[in-house]
């Protein structure tokens, strides 16, 4: 059931709590802080029915920093944790947060198992590439090559797209920011809160101590434009400096590939429509990494099913229909399948 809350308009300072923010100072976890702090009261929700789950690892200590109620639970388990609250207070609202090594390592089976139950919580994972908390191991997502204490040498693993493997789980929303860009962010969040369902917000996020500049070949001032794409749900896709490229299907192929406005009578009639209902493309897009495609950011996929606790309630409130309703206690005990011992 819903609380009772305060009709008082809050701010995003009613969102801060007197805890101190223990972050290594640069952390790219500030400006994802400050964006949901400023997201939640321009989506009128309540202190009271806002939860905040987190597992292990730096980012999980944003439930101490959100006036709200939190869990910071154990390293991988927070979607196992979320879905429990969310089954027995379906009214609340429930945000996962997760780090790369959380949510993809020791965590990557139970993310797989909420996005493809589609439980309704809101997912945000912080993908820095690096294990921060535990002094800066090679993660799931780091790039091949990637030095740490783990990896001396350099990692020869193929990273993880957090983007591919949640499409492949059958999530229903998948989307992808950065943590600079504030705006940007809180247009995500309200989205992901939006959608009836399992949401995953991944976030490209900087660590300055053990991966710093990680993401400068996409986040870059001087390439950015080049090294991005913002799509759209409806709109073609363009990008570049000059916003004369733009992406389409090669033709007779089942392969994006870009193409320049105006070369080869390429026009905009030419390029691909984001269409957020699109598995099939959105995959592809997912997939995307410079230097040969430029990384797409924005909502990727978007396509709503009743969620996992719907049905379940549903299916609850109609078993209790059928059986009616029962006074005897020995009588139910006995009821069903019995067998005596003699």
Same mark, same amino acid.
């Given at each position: ?75 991988? &388990? ?37 996005? &493809? ?226």
């Amino acid at each position: 059931m819903n609380v009772v809350a305060s009709s008082e308009k809050l701010t995003a300072k009613d969102f801060a709590t007197d805890q101190e923010v223990r972050w290594c100072p640069g952390c790219g976890d500030y400006a994802i802080l400050k964006a949901m702090q400023r997201t939640l009261p321009e989506m009128g929700v309540t202190k009271e029915n806002t939860v905040f789950v987190s597992g292990i690892g730096c980012a999980a200590r944003f439930p101490y920093y959100m006036e709200t109620y939190g869990f910071h639970t154990i390293h991988g &388990r927070a979607p196992a944790v979320a879905t429990g609250l969310k089954l027995a207070n379906p009214d609340l609202d429930v945000w996962v947060v997760t780090g790369d090594g959380d949510a993809l390592s020791i965590g990557g089976n139970h993310l797989l198992h909420v996005l &493809r139950r589609n439980v309704d919580l809101q997912i945000l994972l912080f993908n820095n590439r690096i294990y921060g908390l535990t002094k800066g191991q090679y993660s799931p997502t780091s790039p091949v090559g990637t030095k740490s204490p783990s990896t001396p040498v350099g990692s020869v693993e193929n990273p993880v797209s957090a983007g591919v493997f949640a499409l492949g789980a059958s999530a229903r929303f998948f989307a992808r920011g950065i943590d600079t860009q504030a705006k940007q962010l809180v247009d995500l969040f309200k989205r992901s809160h939006e959608h009836k369902g399992a949401s995953l917000v991944e976030i490209l996020q900087n660590c300055i101590v053990y991966n710093d500049d990680v993401h400068k070949h996409i986040t870059d001032k001087a390439i950015a434009k080049d090294s991005q794409i913002i799509v759209q749900n409806g709109e073609p896709l363009i990008f570049g400096k000059d916003a004369d490229k733009g992406i389409r299907i090669k033709p007779g192929q089942l392969e994006l590939e870009i193409v320049t406005l105006g070369e080869n009578g390429v026009t905009e009639a030419d390029l691909l429509v984001h269409d957020e209902t699109n598995r099939t493309v959105a995959t592809m897009l997912a997939a995307m990494e410079p230097p040969t495609m430029p990384v797409a950011i924005g909502i990727v996929y978007c396509d709503p099913t009743p969620s996992y606790e719907q049905s379940v309630v549903t299916q609850l409130e109609n078993a209790k229909k059928q059986a009616g309703k029962v006074n005897d206690i020995n009588a139910l005990l006995r009821s069903g399948t019995t067998w005596e011992v003699s």
